[in-house]
């Protein structure tokens, strides 16, 4: 791993914080590298206030929006919110349909087949509209590309407004409205908002127009803060303001469904990442092994004993993801090393077999043994369908463009998107993405990077740091957990392998004559050497808290160990 330190702020904002917020220069030079160097963004940063977010009408289109929505409401028009099935998917579709339920009764859901529709709009959707008498689709997380299908619609007299925060294409689908921070168009003053997000700005407008108060709408954060968290967007401006009253909202009254979700779990407060590997997982695993339907139903019930029952076969439906996504991750590591491709840049894997529903997982898991831009393919109907996953500071949007004359179809963000090819052009396919890759990537991104806020003394850790650390949260790109670092550390005598695989690494460490710290270093065993061979070592860890026996303590948890 190659560790980063990042660059030392301006002693002057460094100083200047320190005065104005009574501080020490650690947490000040932590502010200043997320961008906050006065007292009012501090303020901002350490208290969010639902008075920061925008005004939803700044966003392109959000008037013909609303004037449409209230049009059809006006008409008694039927409305059909539609949405892909993953969790930033199902928790807009869940978000709109109970919020316009509130107050009007014709409006229904609609989640595509993983399998038989694929991602996006589908003319399956459209044809079920058009069946049930819809005149009005509101699609979320996804249609900016939708160009033919939203022109399909339009022959059937159906019209569509779009909710998406996906990069566009050259030109936008003809429809209503077309609400998406990341089009050039739009001069909207925060462009990280996610599929709910924009949902999300959208209810707000609709609120606005029927005089009611943000504080009337703090109880749908719950499900922004997932999305949030599960679409790995980053957590500043806008979204740390959502994130930060949705926690709340999850941790002191959540929506029945999310209620059936948690009642196994031990935690009495939930933070972004227990978000992030409780409850999205399992909300993702209705759609990956079943249909998202299954998901919308748990988030919109109000029945706590039926929310239970759904929350169960959720539950089997995750329970079957783990099995499948490990089982499929062994066979592609196997095909890797068989067709002897460990020394490339990128990795392409197929097997026609393979479960369309966990290969983003899969690639995701493949990373971390090859880190490399990576795709799976799958046979979905007479085609290939793939998930991609990229390496920090890579673009594998960029990457399949350069490849655009053998996909027939793709789209997504930076470091993760999906794509369908023909399979008779696979074998030039995965040629070329080696060749884009190889040829524009800078090789030190194929080492995973390690990024250092700060190095420190182990004698600076302190209890008031660690209080003050814990109101950074909530943590996520943009505002990760602070990483520290720190040289000349010794283990005490106490070091030694744990775990029931003896996996895990534990110290008890010093630097000179600090306070001794523990560590604890998950999956770190193979480090045992450096950091027990009576010689000084660097580390690089988050500090954490430990709770043993009711009595609570300072432990580092280890990110790397180097001699």
Same mark, same amino acid.
């Given at each position: 791993?190659?560790?980063?330190?990042?660059?030392?702020?301006?002693?002057?904002?460094?100083?200047?914080?320190?005065?104005?917020?009574?501080?020490?220069?650690?947490?000040?030079?932590?502010?200043?590298?997320?961008?906050?160097?006065?007292?009012?963004?501090?303020?901002?940063?350490?208290?969010?206030?639902?008075?920061?977010?925008?005004?939803?009408?700044?966003?392109?289109?959000?008037?013909?929006?609303?004037?449409?929505?209230?049009?059809?409401?006006?008409?008694?028009?039927?409305?059909?919110?539609?949405?892909?099935?993953?969790?930033?998917?199902?928790?807009?579709?869940?978000?709109?349909?109970?919020?316009?339920?509130? +107050?009007?009764?014709?409006?229904?859901? +609609?989640?595509?087949?993983?399998?038989?529709?694929?991602?996006?709009?589908?003319?399956?959707?459209?044809?079920?509209?058009?069946?049930?008498?819809?005149?009005?689709?509101?699609?979320?997380?996804?249609?900016? /590309? *939708?160009?033919?299908?939203?022109? +399909?619609?339009?022959?059937?007299?159906?019209? #569509?407004?779009?909710?998406?925060?996906?990069?566009?294409?050259?030109?936008?689908?003809?429809?209503?409205?077309?609400?998406?921070? /990341?089009?050039?168009?739009?001069?909207?003053?925060?462009?990280?908002?996610?599929?709910?997000?924009?949902?999300?700005?959208?209810?707000?407008?609709?609120?606005?127009?029927?005089?009611?108060? =943000?504080?009337?709408?703090?109880?749908?954060?719950? &499900?922004?803060?997932?999305?949030?968290?599960?679409?790995?967007?980053?957590?500043?401006?806008?979204?740390?303001?959502?994130? %930060?009253?949705?926690?709340?909202?999850?941790?002191?009254?959540?929506?029945?469904? !999310?209620?059936?979700?948690? $009642?196994?779990?031990? $935690?009495?407060?939930?933070?972004?990442?227990?978000?992030?590997?409780?409850?999205?997982?399992?909300?993702?695993?209705?759609?990956?092994?079943? %249909?998202?339907?299954?998901?919308?139903? =748990?988030?919109?019930?109000?029945? &706590?004993?039926?929310?239970?029952?759904?929350?169960?076969?959720?539950?089997?439906?995750?329970?079957?993801?783990?099995?499948?996504?490990?089982?499929?991750?062994?066979?592609? @590591?196997?095909?890797?090393?068989?067709?002897?491709?460990?020394?490339?840049?990128?990795?392409?894997?197929?097997? %026609?077999?393979?479960?369309?529903?966990?290969?983003?997982?899969?690639?995701?898991?493949?990373?971390?043994?090859?880190?490399?831009?990576?795709?799976? #393919?799958?046979?979905?109907?007479?085609?290939?369908?793939?998930?991609?996953?990229?390496?920090?500071?890579?673009?594998? +949007?960029? *990457?399949?463009?350069?490849?655009?004359?053998?996909?027939?179809? !793709?789209?997504? %963000?930076?470091?993760?998107?999906?794509?369908?090819?023909?399979?008779?052009?696979?074998?030039? !396919? $995965?040629?070329?993405?080696?060749?884009?890759?190889?040829?524009?990537?800078?090789?030190?991104? @194929?080492?995973?990077?390690?990024?250092?806020?700060?190095?420190?003394?182990? *004698?600076?850790?302190?209890?008031?740091?660690?209080?003050?650390?814990?109101?950074?949260?909530?943590?996520?790109?943009?505002?990760?957990?602070?990483? #520290?670092?720190?040289?000349?550390?010794?283990?005490?005598?106490?070091?030694?392998?744990?775990?029931?695989?003896?996996?895990?690494?534990?110290?008890?460490?010093?630097?000179?004559?600090?306070?001794? !710290?523990?560590?604890?270093?998950?999956?770190?065993?193979?480090?045992?050497?450096?950091?027990? *061979?009576?010689?000084?070592? $660097?580390?690089?860890?988050?500090?954490?808290?430990?709770?043993?026996?009711? /009595?609570?303590?300072?432990?580092?948890?280890?990110?790397?160990?180097?001699?």
């Amino acid at each position: 791993m190659r560790w980063t330190l990042k660059p030392k702020p301006s002693e002057t904002v460094i100083d200047h914080l320190k005065k104005e917020l009574g501080i020490d220069a650690i947490v000040a030079t932590l502010l200043a590298q997320r961008g906050i160097e006065t007292f009012d963004q501090a303020k901002q940063f350490f208290r969010p206030q639902l008075s920061d977010l925008h005004n939803p009408f700044l966003m392109k289109d959000m008037d013909k929006a609303v004037d449409r929505i209230e049009l059809a409401i006006a008409n008694e028009e039927n409305i059909l919110v539609y949405g892909d099935y993953d969790v930033d998917g199902t928790t807009s579709v869940a978000l709109l349909s109970s919020y316009l339920k509130s +107050y009007y009764p014709n409006v229904a859901t +609609y989640i595509p087949d993983r399998y038989e529709e694929g991602y996006g709009v589908s003319y399956k959707g459209i044809d079920f509209a058009e069946d049930n008498n819809f005149s009005l689709i509101i699609a979320l997380d996804c249609g900016v /590309k *939708a160009i033919e299908k939203v022109a +399909y619609a339009s022959e059937k007299n159906i019209d #569509f407004i779009i909710c998406d925060h996906h990069r566009p294409g050259k030109e936008l689908p003809q429809a209503v409205a077309v609400l998406d921070p /990341k089009r050039e168009d739009c001069s909207y003053p925060y462009k990280e908002l996610c599929g709910c997000g924009v949902g999300f700005k959208l209810i707000q407008a609709l609120s606005e127009k029927r005089d009611l108060h =943000l504080e009337d709408l703090i109880l749908y954060l719950d &499900l922004v803060a997932t999305a949030i968290g599960a679409d790995i967007v980053p957590i500043t401006g806008e979204n740390r303001v959502l994130a %930060h009253y949705g926690l709340k909202v999850i941790n002191s009254n959540p929506r029945v469904g !999310f209620k059936a979700i948690l $009642k196994q779990v031990k $935690k009495e407060t939930l933070t972004i990442t227990d978000v992030v590997f409780i409850i999205a997982p399992r909300i993702n695993a209705a759609g990956r092994m079943k %249909h998202g339907n299954h998901a919308v139903t =748990l988030l919109t019930e109000t029945d &706590l004993n039926r929310a239970a029952e759904y929350a169960s076969e959720i539950e089997q439906f995750n329970t079957d993801r783990r099995d499948t996504d490990k089982s499929i991750t062994e066979e592609a @590591l196997l095909q890797i090393t068989n067709n002897k491709e460990e020394k490339r840049n990128t990795t392409v894997v197929y097997h %026609h077999n393979w479960h369309k529903g966990v290969i983003g997982i899969v690639a995701s898991r493949l990373t971390e043994t090859y880190y490399r831009p990576t795709l799976v #393919f799958t046979k979905s109907g007479d085609k290939l369908a793939a998930s991609a996953r990229s390496v920090k500071g890579f673009d594998v +949007y960029n *990457a399949l463009e350069g490849c655009s004359e053998y996909i027939e179809q !793709f789209g997504g %963000h930076k470091y993760a998107a999906g794509l369908t090819l023909h399979e008779k052009d696979f074998e030039a !396919f $995965k040629n070329a993405f080696e060749k884009v890759v190889s040829e524009t990537i800078d090789p030190k991104l @194929l080492q995973p990077e390690l990024k250092v806020d700060a190095e420190i003394n182990l *004698a600076e850790i302190t209890p008031k740091l660690y209080r003050l650390l814990k109101q950074f949260a909530p943590f996520g790109p943009g505002n990760m957990t602070p990483v #520290f670092m720190t040289q000349g550390l010794k283990d005490t005598g106490w070091g030694k392998c744990v775990g029931e695989d003896k996996t895990h690494l534990r110290l008890t460490v010093q630097q000179n004559n600090s306070p001794q !710290f523990v560590c604890i270093g998950f999956g770190m065993a193979d480090k045992q050497d450096i950091a027990c *061979a009576g010689v000084p070592f $660097k580390a690089a860890y988050v500090i954490d808290e430990n709770e043993w026996q009711g /009595k609570v303590s300072l432990q580092l948890r280890l990110k790397d160990i180097k001699g």
